[in-house]
């Protein structure tokens, strides 16, 4: 683990105790990409799958730490992210342990975003992010955000 996955990863369960009590761990941050981990364990459902609510809070939660880490790089350390709005959709159940992926967005789209921010102190930017079982290259999860910076 990274410096930077060791930072986000104790500002979301500082800030975000629920991270804790979802046993969510920051798998990687690099090549512009996010990683978490879920445990099935702490996250499980009756019919001994995902729940998804936990499925639900880790798609959020990596669109969120990509953008937090984003933003930490490009020097905006001013701004607020908070999600305006998310579609999700569960095509197959998430049987044990999950992996949620957040990449970058196209780079034009990205350096508007920046640029609103800039000259106006809010932007919006969507992002998607999908969710794997460990081990798979399947998503199980397909989530698209709308995230709103703002000072």
Request: aromatic share 8%; hydrophobic share 35%.
């Amino acid at each position: 683990m990274n410096r930077d996955s060791r930072y986000l990863e104790s500002i979301l369960h500082h800030d975000i105790p629920l991270t804790r009590e979802m046993g969510l761990k920051v798998g990687g941050w690099d090549a512009g990409q996010l990683r978490l981990q879920l445990p099935l364990e702490p996250n499980v459902n009756h019919k001994s799958t995902m729940f998804g609510g936990s499925l639900y809070c880790g798609a959020v939660l990596a669109g969120w730490g990509w953008l937090h880490l984003s933003l930490r790089e490009a020097g905006i350390e001013d701004g607020h992210i908070v999600i305006q709005e998310g579609r999700i959709s569960y095509p197959l159940p998430v049987t044990g342990d999950a992996e949620a992926r957040c990449a970058a967005p196209e780079e034009k789209t990205w350096k508007k975003f920046l640029a609103t921010y800039q000259r106006y102190g809010r932007a919006r930017l969507t992002l998607e992010t999908q969710v794997m079982n460990t081990g798979s290259e399947d998503a199980a999860v397909q989530f698209s955000g709308q995230y709103v910076l703002h000072r």
